[in-house]
Every structure is written in C-alpha cells, then in structure tokens.
C-alpha cells in the first residue's frame, strides 16, 4: 500500500482571505488560480502494519508538533474514509522554499491527498480529491486539477471544490518567481486569515470578488492580458490592504518585496508588459506573456537581493509517479 504523487503550487490572481468555516476551510469567496509547472512537491505515502505510529518527514526533516498534528488529521481523514487503522510512513520533497508565500501547503497537502488516498486503495474522483485537499489546506484544492482553476465558493464541504476552467495550453503566460527571502513567515496564513474580518474593509472587498471573477475568467478566454495584468496587480494590493488593516495587522513584504513592486511599474514603462502578484509571504511572481520571459528574468538577474528565480508556465494538477521516496 504504497503510493507517491506530485503536486503543484498554485499562484491565485483572485485571491482569497478568511473563512466562512475554519474546520472545513470554506473560503469566504471564489478564486481563481494558475497551477505552476516548476514548483512542486512529491509526497511518497505507506500504510503498513509495520508501522507502530505515523513517521512524516518533510525536505528530509521532522515537522513541529504543530504540523506534524496537522498532517496526521489529514492521514486521519484518508483513514476514515477507506475504514483502515494502518499507520502510515510519509516522505515529502519541495523544491522550492516552505514557508515564504509560494504556497507549499497548497502543493503539499494535494501531493499527501493524492498520494495517501491511493496508498489506501480509495480511487477518489478529481472533485472529492479536491474536496479531501481542501480540508487539510485551503489552496490544496486548486493544485488538484490542471491549468486555470476556479475553486467556487460553497457554503457545504460538498460544494467547495476547485475545477478547470481553461487547460494549461490555453494561453502562454509565465509567472516569473522572484526569491527574495528564504526564511520563513513568523505569521502562518492560516492564522492569520482568523481575523480579517476586522479590517473595516472585508465587507467591501467581498461584495465586489464575484463581479472580479468573472473578469478574470473573460480576460483570460479573450487573452487580454493587459487588463488581466491591470487586475491581478491591483487585487494583489487590495489583499495586502486587508491584511494591513486588520487587528493585529500583518506585514508580510520584506524591502526586497517592496522594490520590486515599484520597479515593476518603471519595467512597463520601458516597454515590457509585466505586472505583479503576491501571496500570503514575502516571494513575489511576475506575470508576462511568453515572449517577454527573457527579458524579465534579465532584469532581476541584475537584483543583488533577488536569492533565485524560478519560470513558471501554466502546469499539470496532482498526478503520479512511480519514482517512490523510499
């Protein structure tokens, strides 16, 4: 009973923050996300009865008490489910930094879900593997299917799920990854979502994410990608606007963040249509057509700050491998 998948990090150009329901990670709204095709965890999953308790090592560590707990909820929930009491050995690799806004709980927990509920001979479909994912992080369910997702805004376990809404060859865009600091967050984002409803804010930013969505889903069936990068860049801002307003307020950007923010806007000026996002941390992603990947990657090759940068196409979902951990 043995099973190991890889799973991709996901960058949401609308973003979500705060939940409807923190057990079942019910977003407060609908999102829409690109899976990554160089980021990526693979996750190796074995139940055997030659376990006496669950072993996780993560990048060849043993997680804190904290997500070590987490992870074995998770297992829990793939145990249930298959109605078997077997202990598990787990072993997962990033390539990429944990814990920095690149979203390595989404490619994590997809990677275990897929991995796990194999390895316990559950053949789940992409909508209940989403479904799994989503309960042991939130974006996990948008690394489940392939290309531009949408996870949609349910109110019951049953109906928050995440879908395809164009496959990954359905636009050549790149998000360009700039590594400015590999340290870890001090503020987990699932903490800190608990309080974003205390930003005068929240209320006014969710009663326009439905309008913004739809947006989003024209602009990319047309390819528009000026509007597009106009939007993401401003909805990147806006989430940030939350989270400084909040009680206690998070400030997740680091002086490396920041200029590369505001180089940004003087790269368009020079002629290169390139625009912004960022998640929950301190990495930031450069969105730009295909064409102009060289030329970015160029200009932050030039940053004495910028630690790597990673190239980003729209990518496959969870999937399999036979080349096992251990």
């Not at 805004?153 to 865009?173: C, E, L, M, R």
């Not at 800190?192 to 930003?199: D, F, H, I, K």
């Not at 939350?242 to 020079?270: A, C, F, N, S, V």
């Amino acid at each position: 009973m043995k099973a190991t998948a890889i799973a991709p990090s996901n960058i949401a150009f609308t973003k979500y923050w705060g939940k409807k329901d923190e057990v079942l990670r019910l977003p407060e709204n609908a999102n829409i996300s690109m899976c990554l095709s160089n980021l990526l965890t693979t996750t190796t999953v074995e139940f055997s009865k030659n376990y006496s308790k669950d072993e996780i090592t993560v990048n060849n560590k043993a997680l804190k008490q904290n997500e070590e707990k987490r992870a074995i909820k998770h297992l829990d929930r793939v145990r249930k489910m298959a109605n078997i009491n077997l202990k598990a050995k787990v072993m997962s690799n990033n390539n990429f930094p944990s814990g920095t806004g690149l979203s390595s709980s989404a490619s994590g927990f997809a990677a275990l879900s897929l991995a796990a509920s194999c390895a316990a001979d559950l053949n789940l479909s992409e909508k209940d593997l989403s479904i799994l994912a989503r309960q042991g992080s939130g974006s996990a369910c948008r690394s489940i299917p392939s290309g531009f997702v949408e996870w949609l805004d349910g109110n019951t376990s049953k109906s928050s799920y995440a879908i395809q809404v164009f496959p990954p060859d359905h636009w050549a865009i790149a998000d360009v990854v700039a590594i400015v600091s590999e340290g870890k967050k001090e503020v987990p984002t699932s903490v800190g979502q608990q309080t974003a409803r205390s930003s005068p804010f929240m209320q006014i930013r969710l009663a326009h994410m439905r309008e913004k969505n739809e947006k989003v889903k024209k602009y990319i069936a047309e390819k528009n990608f000026k509007e597009f990068g106009e939007l993401v860049e401003q909805e990147a801002l806006e989430l940030h606007t939350i989270m400084l307003t909040q009680t206690p307020p998070l400030i997740y950007w680091t002086p490396g963040t920041l200029k590369i923010m505001k180089l940004t806007r003087h790269w368009r000026l020079e002629g290169i249509c390139v625009y912004f996002t960022i998640n929950t941390g301190q990495d930031i992603h450069l969105i730009c057509e295909a064409e102009n990947i060289k030329k970015v990657k160029s200009k932050l090759s030039k940053l004495d700050f910028v630690k790597n940068i990673i190239i980003n196409t729209p990518g496959e979902g969870a999937r399999f491998t036979k080349n096992h951990l251990f």
